[in-house]
């Protein structure tokens, strides 16, 4: 998660691969909304022939599970790093 | 369509009344110290905070405003959605492990730790008032028009209503009752939708894609009912509406808050990764099953349609409206009540962050410079509660009228450009100034709110004026860039005092 937890003055730094990931999640779903005005027209193809649920029902639905998956993997590996509720307390 | 309140109705509205005024009966034994008042004594549980965060992100805004933009403007609402789960996870990638090291009581603590305090606490405190206090607008409008939909009563009763009960809240109970009212919100709030995409699903028997060919056959947009577009934005206004929604979130004041609640940085992130599911699910139940079930179901139902089209007291309340029709005056009873509920909790976290504001950041850091006594605190934090409660009720009364869902956008677009700008770049440019910082905030929160008033939402829809100075109705694409480029300049261009480090 970043920083040093057992230092006495607080230490910061930033998580890089958190940061990875939030910014993953941003390039993907910045990705889905250009689709809105790069590719209309594939948004509206029907998923199957005679289909009223269409790509646009997909992606949007991708587009709210991605960062959930997301935010689980990246606290999937969690610890304390020592850190107690002193620490905690800068 | 008959809205004459129905006895489930009051009910359970007065069930929520007082099942809430107890709970704040409960947390006022255990909210004597500053800290216990204002974060709860730090000794909320992962699962508790997951669900309290959900419940003051799940506002009135997304239950009421998504259903009726989805209800009017179609698939285009669903950018109020995926935007703000992006926002929580730079949230939790950027921000809640160093917040809560870092912090004490408000984000501004750990913004102010490595630079100048007194400067930087003005600003954020200015920053985080604006942010809470038009936020707070946009739920008061929701309250307002759902009590009167509900029971008859006028309007501003209804808003003063609310604002007195938010100031009880949060003057007697402090964060421990907030939280716990925030988390029986959210769970109420998931049953509510849940409930509603059941019934709404089964008469469907239970196929989206019949759901969706009724909805088509009947909106003005037909297929492009399905389609982004329906909102008209174009791609630069597009952008800027994500961006301020993406980096809107973790710049919010009242949910930065909820990470100091809870013990550890380990907890504060495993908290946000539950709030990011229950928030997720209600998203998607919301825009993707009930949105088509209210085009649907009421549309062109006579029964629920005035002469223009829309349901009555417009679109904000096409979830009362739709209960009405799944179930009954039972089920609208019910779902008046996680309404009202959920605007409750909504206000009573916005009024904790904004009092918090005023009492910790700007009374007892710059007015009298630390020297407080903790009983001298914990009383401005309490008038200061009334004084936002006041200033809500009014600005409420005000800005009747507007569409709830729109507001958050402008709310979260000072939040991207004033509040995330100052937080992020104080934990982690270690180059950044104080000035740099004083003059980024400021750029930022000045640009929002003065595009914000000349742009179409203010200039034209509140001022009445024909064309707006700036035809951009989200301003975050330019003031949240000129925020940190502002910053990074003028950090390059001062130097910091030794004594500020």
């Keep these: 998660m970043g920083g040093n937890m057992k230092a006495k003055v607080p230490d910061i730094q930033l998580d890089i691969r958190g940061a990875a990931y939030a910014i993953l999640a941003v390039v993907i779903v910045a990705g889905f909304q250009a689709m809105y005005y790069l590719a209309p027209g594939a948004l509206a193809r029907p998923l199957w022939d005679g289909a009223n649920l269409t790509l646009a029902f997909l992606l949007g639905t991708l587009s709210l599970a991605i960062p959930v998956a997301i935010a689980w993997w990246m606290i999937r590996a969690d610890t304390a790093d020592g850190e107690t509720f002193d620490t905690s307390q800068h | ?501």
């Design chain 2, 1 to 501: 369509m008959n809205s004459s309140p129905s006895g489930v109705a009051i009910g359970l509205f007065l069930s929520i009344i007082a099942v809430t005024l107890a709970i704040t009966y409960w947390a006022q034994k255990r909210s004597r110290t500053a800290a216990e008042l204002y974060t709860a004594g730090g000794q909320i549980k992962a699962w508790q905070n997951g669900w309290a965060i959900a419940g003051d992100l799940l506002s009135a805004s997304t239950f009421l405003g998504g259903m009726g933009m989805f209800f009017t403007a179609g698939y285009d609402a669903v950018i109020y959605t995926f935007a703000p789960l992006v926002g929580f996870v730079v949230m939790l990638g950027f921000v809640a492990g160093p917040m809560r090291r870092l912090g004490r009581f408000t984000f501004v603590d750990a913004a102010a730790t490595r630079l100048s305090p007194t400067p930087i606490r003005i600003i954020g405190s200015l920053s985080a008032l604006a942010v809470t206090l038009m936020y707070l607008i946009g739920q008061m409008l929701g309250v307002g028009g759902l009590i009167e939909i509900m029971f008859g009563i006028p309007y501003a009763a209804a808003v003063i209503l609310v604002g007195i009960l938010m100031v009880v809240y949060v003057t007697f109970g402090g964060m421990l009752a907030t939280t716990w009212v925030q988390l029986t919100k959210a769970m109420l709030l998931t049953f509510g939708v849940s409930l509603l995409a059941f019934l709404a699903l089964a008469q469907s028997h239970f196929s989206i894609g019949e759901l969706y060919g009724r909805a088509a056959a009947i909106h003005k947009l037909g297929a492009d009912l399905f389609q982004p577009g329906g909102l008209g934005l174009s791609a630069i206004e597009g952008a800027s509406l994500s961006m301020a929604l993406i980096l809107g979130m973790p710049g919010m004041p009242h949910i930065l808050m909820r990470f100091f609640t809870v013990p550890d940085a380990v907890t504060a992130r495993r908290s946000l990764a539950i709030s990011i599911s229950v928030v997720g699910f209600v998203y998607y139940v919301v825009i993707f099953i009930l949105g088509p079930a209210g085009v649907a179901y009421l549309a062109a139902n006579p029964d629920f349609t005035t002469a223009s089209g829309m349901v009555p007291g417009g679109s904000n309340m096409v979830a009362l409206h739709l209960a009405r029709f799944l179930g009954g005056d039972v089920l609208f009873g019910i779902i008046a009540a996680v309404a009202f509920a959920t605007i409750l909790a909504v206000v009573s976290g916005l009024t904790v962050a904004a009092a918090s504001s005023i009492s910790h950041d700007l009374y007892a850091k710059v007015f009298v410079r630390g020297v407080v006594s903790e009983k001298r605190e914990k009383l401005v934090f309490r008038l200061a509660s009334v004084l936002i409660g006041i200033l809500g009720i009014g600005l409420g009364i005000a800005f009747k009228g507007q569409n709830i869902l729109f507001l958050t956008g402008l709310v979260f677009s000072i939040a991207a450009s004033a509040c995330f700008p100052i937080l992020v770049m104080a934990m982690f440019w270690k180059r950044l100034t104080t000035a740099g910082a004083v003059a980024g905030g400021a750029t930022g929160l000045g640009l929002s709110v003065g595009l914000i008033v000349l742009g179409p939402s203010v200039w034209v829809q509140v001022l009445g004026n024909a064309a707006p100075v700036i035809p951009l109705s989200q301003p975050a694409i330019i003031s949240a860039p000129a925020a940190f480029l502002v910053m990074i300049l003028v950090s390059l261009a001062t130097r910091e005092p030794e004594t500020a480090r």
